[in-house]
């Protein structure tokens, strides 16, 4: 099974309604690098990490697969 981390933090964001900038700046990084790890299909384990930690969800919760509609 593959995980693309980048579809998972967008719908991440969609969900508590956080754009990028908001995020960067709750992670001390820039609109930009939140952008790229939007487009990024895997990230370090302690990327993964901040970004839930800044989401506040579980990495489980975080990498979870999308309920079928």
Excluded: Y
Aim: glycine share 4%; charged share 30%.
């Amino acid at each position: 099974m593959f995980i693309h981390v980048g579809d998972r933090l967008r719908e991440a964001q969609k969900k508590q309604c956080i754009n990028c900038r908001e995020l960067g700046e709750r992670m001390g990084k820039s609109q930009q690098q939140i952008s790229r790890w939007r487009k990024s299909s895997d990230l370090k384990v302690h990327t993964v990490q901040s970004l839930c930690k800044a989401l506040d969800v579980s990495i489980a919760e975080f990498l979870a697969e999308k309920s079928p509609r």
